[in-house]
């Protein structure tokens, strides 16, 4: 069975067809790339997988089931914009985060602290918007999932942090799981891809293999997207 798969889904907002007959499985044991301009339905269609909103017509089942609390066990999900409590030091939130999720690891997020220097006694409010999102991740990556939500985690921080956190996302989703990374920097995160979904203006334009579409186009992911999306 797919873990996740989207049946003629659509979403309007204020009679604006955002999502349209969108149809698309997700398997288990992936590293999937989302791709697409802003604006193409990247987040909405996220989510509605994690039962954010809901759909116009069509379904999403996650383990054959339609989203709800079940699904919510067995999704971490980290949204583009921060949600942080920003009076919590960060130990109140590791506290937070192992009463309310059974699969909460603390010592893996304690350890991923660590090797991105973020203090444990440190208040969210005091720290950097960057900071902030390589926390988010932290909590994120810290549970033991089948599958990871992750909006554009990249976003914020330098250069030089992005490969540590590509490297933290691919050690440590939990084996058999599968992660799902909607970003706009592709160069930087193709090299742990497995597969990639190309949406724009709301529908799905290419599914594939990342390895095959790269060998079959004679080019880098980078590269395909921008002829794809070229204005």
Known sequence: MELVK????????DNKQILNN???????GKIIGLLGKNGMGK????????????????????????????SKKIISYLPERTYLDKSMKISQILIF????YEDFNKEKAIKLLKDLDLDINSKVS????????????ILVMSREAQLYILDEPLGGVDPATRDYILD???????????????????????????????IDKGKIILTSSADELRTKENASIDEIFRRCFKC
């Not at 985060?97 to 309310?100: K, L, P, Q, S, Y």
């Not at 920097?185 to 497995?194: G, K, W």
């Open 97 to 100: 985060f192992e009463e309310f």
């Open 126 to 137: 005091k720290m950097s918007k960057g900071m902030q999102e390589k926390l988010q991740l």
């Open 43 to 70: 987040t909405t269609l996220l989510k509605l997988i994690n039962d954010l909103l809901t759909p116009t017509s069509g379904e999403v089942l996650i383990n054959g089931e339609k989203p709800g609390i079940n």
């Open 168 to 198: 933290t996302i691919l050690s440590n989703f939990s084996e058999g799981a599968s992660v799902i990374i909607s970003t706009h920097l592709i160069s930087d995160i193709e090299r742990i891809l497995d597969e990639v979904i190309f």
């Open 22 to 28: 969108v149809n698309l499985t997700i398997p288990k």
């Open 6 to 13: 989207c049946n003629n889904l659509c979403k309007e907002f």
